[in-house]
Nanobody, 111 residues
Framework: VQLVESGGGLVQPGGSLRLSCAASGFTFSRYTMNWYRQAPGKERELVAQITNAGGSTYYANSVKGRFTIFRDNAKNTVYLQMNSLKTEDTAVYYC?????WGQGTQVTVSS
């Protein structure tokens, strides 16, 4: 199983980023997929979740209305569209699914 995140970077407050997670080594379309994040000195927290066919999603209250999780099962990829970014969104973002974790991608929101 391999999960590879991309799309992180430095963005100003109010800006947008789209994270991608490319999956391989398992039947992607059968699994719920998650995005977590971990800020310095804080525990890893669940940010968003999407069921295997994309019919149901969950968002942490802190990102609801600003972030959107979606997936393309034909491309074995899950995405996290992040809009109206705030400084408190700064963290390493991790893709999770099939009991596996990606290596993480850094998102820094700063002016």
């Amino acid at each position: 199983v391999q999960l590879v995140e991309s799309g992180g970077g430095l963005v100003q407050p109010g800006g947008s980023l789209r994270l991608s997670c490319a999956a391989s080594g398992f039947t992607f379309s059968r699994y719920t997929m998650n995005w977590y994040r971990q800020a310095p000195g804080k525990e890893r927290e669940l940010v968003a979740q999407i069921t295997n066919a994309g019919g149901s999603t969950y968002y942490a209250n802190s990102v609801k209305g600003r972030f959107t999780i979606f997936r393309d099962n034909a491309k074995n990829t899950v995405y996290l569209q992040m809009n109206s970014l705030k400084t408190e969104d700064t963290a390493v973002y991790y893709c999770n699914g099939a009991e596996s974790w990606g290596q993480g991608t850094q998102v820094t929101v700063s002016s």
